[in-house]
């Protein structure tokens, strides 16, 4: 938004963008929402960030994430879908339907997040049940 509102490079837009930051790690959305508020009537996207914001605050709870030693990056979680996902899915050659791509996802992320043998138990006891 700083981008979009300041210009790029700007030292106030990278003010602006780092208070904004601190507001979200401080668990403190209505201050970030009355910043993009101030810049909506002439940035379309600083409305629908706002919008986003208050639509989503119930998942932006990072205080209380951090707080139970979870991450809050996102990089995290791009560098865990580009190992779990994007090297099996995207290797030369390789064509995926929707069906079988959502397959190999959810066996690779019970692999690598230790689940294998749990999902294989599961998949039994639904058959046993079936």
Known sequence: MAKAV??????????????????LDAGDLAAVVRALETHAPAHD??????????????????????AQGLCTSTGVVEAGCKVAIGTRLKRAGMHWTLQGANAIIALRCTKLSG??????????QVRAAG
């Open 115 to 124: 689940r294998f043998e749990d999902f294989w138990e599961r998949r039994s």
């Open 45 to 66: 996207e600083a409305r629908k960030c706002g919008e986003y914001i208050q639509r989503n605050r119930h998942r932006m709870r990072y205080p209380e994430f951090e």
């Open 6 to 23: 300041y210009g790029v490079p700007s030292e106030l837009g990278r003010q602006w963008a780092h208070q904004r930051h601190v507001e």
